[in-house]
């Protein structure tokens, strides 16, 4: 029953990272139970990917959007993009992510560390989902650095042991030099843009509404896919990676990790496909990683790392074809992209079954497996004859197809570079499976008394792997009508293409037949190639991780004579030279203070105290006299003009009472008279003789003064009153 793809396709990411946090509570219920917990998320995610497929081919090439509100200040949605494109990846990533959790069920039984292994791979599927399904540049580098995370958990799965611990750390640091190019890549195309959304960035770059520096920002994206893709220079991680648990190393290199350098290529293709430096700097990396890793694989004797270099090889076919720059090349990478997912997901799983049971990666203490384990040896012929390129196979029709782009672009040395890689390709394959397989069983296998095939829940896999591997070739016209490619089929290039691959295989075959199978008993002379020069140097991956070594020991080195110079005679210095510098300074100012201010100070202080007290003296004397005679002044006339005033009235008033009795009038005016003069006098005198005690206790407060000034005042104009009213 398939999902609406409206919900289809937030589920298919969502529930692996809703799933994976129930896993602890899983785990009381027993490790295996985490298994198959794991398996029974990743059918409901299978689900919702292939729900995805009828609406990816009913769009007939247009997209849809899904999208919800996430960072609103900003304006970004989270948005959910379905296309052919997107879809594909997703179904890839799911359903290889199925058959391994199935295979993993019972090949991690005896880890005690279940729970953690399966953690990481569901958030694992899930961060590749989100990838190929993000609409947003901002969204998709999210579930980039997700991925990265869970690649350098389940490579370092094993952290007791040594050399899983850095083969973890060195992945995370050789991949994170590539996502901080990618990150500037993607800041500066929103800076020039105003948008992460990915649709529109097209429109507007395909309109011409926008002027984008397109170069710059396509080397950058490029560098971040060079670098999850492990392509040369940063390839350097992935070999390590084996360290890893077998099925964490199938999903890497089969459907996750690896894939979304190739699958970023592929996306913004559409935005950079006009940049021909950009185009051209795809190609030749691509090639000249091809050749070069499959010579590496031709030397290497781990079971594992042949494998290793192998998808390192046949990535940089993949990228090649993407640089090419033609709809077919387009095609012809992602047609490889599929085989390539189902033929080293097979392989990887093929030779962790004969690890698990020989316990040994070194080809020298294998061979002679194929009697007591048939069914990994059908599976595992299968494989490598696919990933040779032999028919009918699915590796030979889409490698078939990039040669058939590689003719009709008419590129000579891209075509020398991927015919060279084909030839080595098909030699390494089958000396991996005559080194396993073939020949007589070694000293170490002699010794091995249960060699036989995996139990069922092993086997299905990969036998559902191998069986893939078979027909997906024949699908080659039903995916171009799915991705939306229309290109002219050339009859030339088809057949120059066949007849390339005729060629390669005539070449291939044999030679390995002969140096593998035929001589592998025939013992070596001093003069073989194993002590050329030139095979000491592919064996050693070309000195890329000596070159590194190197670089970083002179970092490292500048670093220490930094911290010797600068750090110990400099910086913990300062400190003792600060310190000593500020004490002179304190002493100096301390001296100029205390001698020519502190000393001084006092006596000036005291000395201003002085005048400012002297002055402040003369003028409160001063303004006391003036205010007391003032007021006495004010008394005495006001005391005056009050008597002649009085004495009309009266001379007047005794005259109308008394009428004729003038001389009682003029004896009670004397008398009256006299009194009146001698009582102004009397308290004009105690008020003259108050003011002057006024003044001379003027130390007082202030309002003191001016309170007895006031009473004194009070009183006469109380006594004028009383005399008024006689």
Same mark, same amino acid.
């Not at 799933?19 to 398996?39: D, E, I, N, Q, T």
């Not at 089969?254 to 996306?267: D, E, F, S």
């Not at 080293?344 to 009697?371: E, I, N, Y």
């Given at each position: 029953?398939?999902?609406?793809?409206?919900?289809?396709? #937030?589920?298919?990411?969502?529930?692996?990272?809703?799933?994976?946090?129930?896993?602890?509570?899983?785990?009381?219920? !027993?490790?295996?139970?985490?298994? #198959?917990?794991?398996?029974?998320? *990743?059918?409901?995610?299978?689900?919702?990917?292939?729900?995805?497929?009828?609406?990816?081919? %009913?769009?007939? &090439?247009?997209?849809?959007?899904?999208?919800?509100? #996430?960072?609103?200040?900003?304006?970004?949605? /989270?948005?959910?993009?379905?296309?052919?494109?997107?879809?594909?990846?997703?179904?890839?990533?799911?359903?290889?992510?199925?058959?391994?959790?199935?295979?993993?069920?019972?090949? *991690?039984?005896?880890?005690?560390?279940?729970?953690?292994?399966?953690?990481?791979?569901?958030?694992?599927? !899930? &961060?590749?989902? %989100?990838?190929? *399904?993000?609409?947003?540049? /901002?969204?998709?580098y999210f579930f980039w650095e997700t991925v990265g995370l869970c690649s350098y958990s389940l490579i370092g799965f094993w952290y007791s042991r040594v050399d899983a611990a850095k083969a973890g750390m060195k992945a995370f640091i050789v991949t994170r030099i590539g996502d901080i190019f990618l990150l500037l890549g993607i800041l500066l195309l929103y800076v020039n843009t105003g948008t992460f959304n990915f649709l529109e960035i097209r429109e507007l770059i395909t309109t011409g509404h926008v002027s984008v520096p397109m170069l710059a920002i396509s080397i950058l994206m490029l560098i971040g896919a060079i670098g999850k893709s492990a392509q040369v220079p940063l390839h350097v991680w992935l070999p390590n990676a084996m360290e890893g648990p077998t099925p964490t190393s199938a999903l890497i290199h !089969?459907?996750?990790?690896?894939?979304?350098?190739?699958?970023?290529?592929?996306?913004i293709y559409i935005l950079f496909s006009i940049v021909q430096p950009w185009l051209t700097t795809i190609t030749y990396i691509g090639g000249i990683t091809a050749f070069l890793a499959a010579t590496m694989a031709l030397t290497s004797s781990d079971l594992k790392r042949i494998l290793a270099f192998s998808t390192i090889s046949q990535l940089g076919m993949i990228m090649a074809?993407? &640089?090419? !720059?033609?709809?077919?090349? #387009?095609?012809?990478?992602?047609?490889?992209?599929?085989?390539?997912?189902?033929?080293?997901?097979?392989?990887?799983?093929?030779?962790?079954?004969? *690890?698990?049971?020989?316990?040994? /990666?070194?080809?020298?203490?294998?061979? &002679?497996?194929?009697?007591e384990m048939p069914i990994t040896f059908i599976v595992s012929v299968i494989g490598a004859f696919s990933l040779a390129g032999i028919p009918p196979f699915a590796g030979f029709w889409s490698k078939d197809t990039i040669f058939e782009a590689i003719i009709l672009a008419e590129n000579v040395p891209l075509f020398i570079l991927i015919f060279g890689t084909s030839v080595l390709t098909a030699i390494y394959s089958i000396r991996w499976i005559c080194k396993v397989f073939l020949g007589k069983k070694s000293k170490h296998l002699e010794k091995q008394h249960h060699l036989h095939d995996p139990k069922p829940v092993i086997t299905i896999p990969l036998i559902l792997l191998a069986g893939a591997s078979c027909v997906a070739g024949f699908f080659k016209a039903p995916l171009e009508h799915y991705l939306e490619i229309h290109f002219e089929a050339s009859l030339t290039g088809v057949l120059l293409a066949s007849l390339t691959s005729t060629i390669i295989l005539a070449v291939a075959v044999p030679t390995a037949y002969f140096l593998y199978y035929k001589k592998r008993n025939a013992p070596k002379t001093s003069g073989t190639f194993v002590k050329n020069s030139l095979y000491i140097a592919i064996f050693n991956g070309y000195y890329f991780d000596a070159a590194y070594n190197k670089v970083l020991r002179g970092v490292l080195g500048f670093g220490q004579i930094l911290h010797r110079t600068v750090e110990t005679s400099g910086i913990l210095h300062f400190p003792y030279v600060v310190a000593g510098g500020t004490s002179k300074l304190v002493n100096v100012v301390y001296q100029v203070i205390e001698t020519a201010a502190l000393q001084k100070l006092p006596y000036a202080i005291a000395g201003g105290a002085s005048r400012i007290a002297n002055s402040t003296h003369e003028y409160i004397e001063a303004f006391l006299d003036r205010f007391v005679y003032v007021i006495a002044g004010g008394a005495m006339i006001t005391a005056h003009k009050t008597h002649v005033h009085l004495d009309a009235f009266l001379d007047r008033f005794c005259y109308l009472i008394a009428g004729g009795t003038v001389e009682t009038a003029r004896v009670t005016h004397e008398y009256i008279d006299s009194f009146l003069d001698k009582l102004v006098y009397l308290f004009a005198g105690k008020t003259v003789k108050q003011g002057q005690k006024i003044r001379k206790t003027y130390r007082g407060p202030l309002p003191d003064f001016v309170l007895a000034a006031l009473l004194g005042f009070l009183l006469v104009f109380g006594l004028l009153i009383l005399t008024g009213m006689r």
């Open positions: 029953m398939l999902i609406p793809a409206e919900y289809a396709a #937030w589920l298919c990411w969502a529930i692996p990272f809703i799933a994976l946090l129930f896993v602890p509570l899983v785990a009381k219920f !027993g490790r295996k139970s985490v298994g #198959w917990y794991a398996v029974a998320v *990743m059918f409901l995610v299978v689900t919702c990917t292939v729900s995805l497929i009828p609406s990816a081919l %009913g769009a007939y &090439g247009e997209p849809h959007v899904y999208s919800i509100p #996430w960072m609103p200040a900003l304006d970004i949605d /989270l948005s959910i993009l379905i296309d052919p494109l997107g879809t594909m990846m997703a179904n890839i990533a799911a359903c290889i992510g199925l058959l391994i959790m199935i295979y993993s069920v019972n090949y *991690m039984e005896t880890e005690k560390a279940t729970p953690r292994f399966f953690f990481f791979m569901l958030l694992f599927v !899930g &961060g590749m989902l %989100g990838l190929v *399904m993000a609409n947003n540049l /901002l969204q998709m !089969g459907a996750t990790m690896v894939k979304a350098g190739i699958y970023l290529v592929a996306r074809a993407l &640089g090419i !720059g033609t709809e077919l090349g #387009w095609f012809a990478s992602q047609f490889h992209v599929v085989s390539h997912a189902l033929f080293k997901s097979l392989l990887f799983l093929s030779a962790g079954v004969v *690890m698990h049971v020989t316990h040994t /990666l070194d080809l020298k203490q294998l061979g &002679g497996l194929r009697k």
